[in-house]
T-cell receptor
Framework: AQSVTQLGSHVSVSEGALVLLRCNYSSSVPPYLFWYVQYPNQGLQLLLKYTSAATLVKGINGFEAEFKKSETSFHLTKPSAHMSDAAEYFC???????????FGKGTMLLVSP | DAGITQSPRYKITETGRQVTLMCHQTWSHSYMFWYRQDLGHGLRLIYYSAAADITDKGEVPDGYVVSRSKTENFPLTLESATRSQTSVYFCASNDRAKGNEQYFGPGTRLTVT
């Protein structure tokens, strides 16, 4: 069975600071990994995805994530936070042979001026 | 407009009433999904469908019924609503041939009194 653990339900950063949101997964087969963002009162929007090509994946809005098999991690980073990045972020995993996703519980990113 | 839509966006109902949440997508994606989002639980899969007339249970199916007579529609019915079904419900779709990422609707906020 797949599972996803997001460390920290809330992460606070200052505007301009590095953003690091942590995601660890478990999967019995090579996984597909995703990060989604959810703004208030909206649905989830795909930020980026890993599908066994390059281990460093670039997404929208300046975010990127690195797949580290040895650490079973897929942490999300952004060099410089912007106020507009304040939202909830979800990591998700899928076995390559299935279409269902298993989501983490989410991390709320708070950005202060 | 192309995309995935949900209706209603907000609904208040009483315990014991039947409620149907609608989901419509214009992409002709084969897979469709229903999730509920609750604080502290992230997103949990209720039901999904691989094609018209093919549905399967997810993690939390009890108390819900789905049908899919047409590819573009995937309604979710609460046959006898309970307060524990107060939640935000998201519909999503996926083109399995192009990858495992899912595309989400804007959500329906359901309150059961």
């Amino acid at each position: 069975a797949q599972s996803v653990t997001q460390l920290g339900s809330h992460v606070s950063v200052s505007e301009g600071a590095l953003v690091l949101l942590r995601c660890n997964y478990s999967s019995s087969v090579p996984p597909y990994l995703f990060w989604y963002v959810q703004y208030p009162n909206q649905g989830l929007q795909l930020l980026l995805k890993y599908t066994s090509a390059a281990t460093l994946v670039k997404g929208i809005n300046g975010f990127e994530a690195e797949f580290k098999k040895s650490e079973t991690s897929f942490h999300l980073t952004k060099p410089s936070a912007h106020m507009s990045d304040a939202a909830e972020y979800f990591c998700a995993v899928s076995d390559s042979g299935y279409s269902t996703l298993t989501f983490g519980k989410g991390t709320m990113l708070l950005v202060s001026p | 407009d192309a995309g995935i839509t949900q209706s209603p966006r907000y609904k208040i109902t009483e315990t014991g009433r039947q409620v149907t949440l609608m989901c419509h997508q214009t992409w002709s994606h084969s897979y469709m999904f229903w999730y509920r989002q609750d604080l502290g639980h992230g997103l949990r899969l209720i039901y999904y469908s691989a094609a018209a007339d093919i549905t399967d249970k997810g993690e939390v199916p009890d108390g819900y019924v789905v049908s899919r007579s047409k590819t573009e529609n995937f309604p979710l019915t609460l046959e006898s609503a309970t307060r524990s079904q107060t939640s935000v419900y998201f519909c999503a779709s996926n083109d399995r041939a192009k990858g495992n990422e899912q595309y989400f609707g804007p959500g329906t906020r359901l309150t059961v009194t």
